[in-house]
Nanobody, 124 residues
Framework: QVQLVESGGGLVQPGGSLRLSCVTS????????GGWFRQAPGKEREGVAC????????WYTDSVKGRFTISRDNAKNTVYLQMNSLKPEDTAVYYC?????????????????WGQGTQVTVSS
């Protein structure tokens, strides 16, 4: 059974940091590209970052470049999102997703498996 379980969300003050984890099971993560997406209330789901199956290539949306880092540990079946210098506009539900190919994509419609999401709230 395929599962993606996110954790690490929470309430943080502006300028703070969080590290999201996405533990996967039921498939071989090393054969899958991974991505992190977010959805704020009333807004469309957007791509935040993605990483190729071997971790060699990454992509970030402009608003998080220099602040967020996506990484993966295929031996631990886990994809991470390190978020630094958080801003109130980063508040959203964050989802991890995977697709069965080596290169990743910013478009959520291309992803096959999804986690349930974890809430990130940036507020003073």
């Amino acid at each position: 059974q395929v599962q993606l379980v996110e954790s690490g969300g929470g309430l943080v003050q502006p300028g703070g940091s969080l590290r999201l984890s996405c533990v996967t099971s039921g498939f071989t993560l090393g054969d899958y590209a991974g991505g992190w997406f977010r959805q704020a209330p009333g807004k469309e789901r957007e791509g935040v970052a993605c990483i190729s199956s071997n971790g060699g290539n990454t992509w970030y949306t402009d608003s998080v470049k220099g602040r967020f880092t996506i990484s993966r540990d295929n031996a631990k079946n886990t994809v991470y999102l390190q978020m630094n210098s958080l801003k109130p506009e980063d508040t959203a539900v964050y989802y991890c997703a995977t697709m069965p190919r080596s290169w990743c994509s910013r478009w959520y419609s291309e992803y096959l498996y999804w986690g349930q999401g974890t809430q990130v709230t940036v507020s003073s």
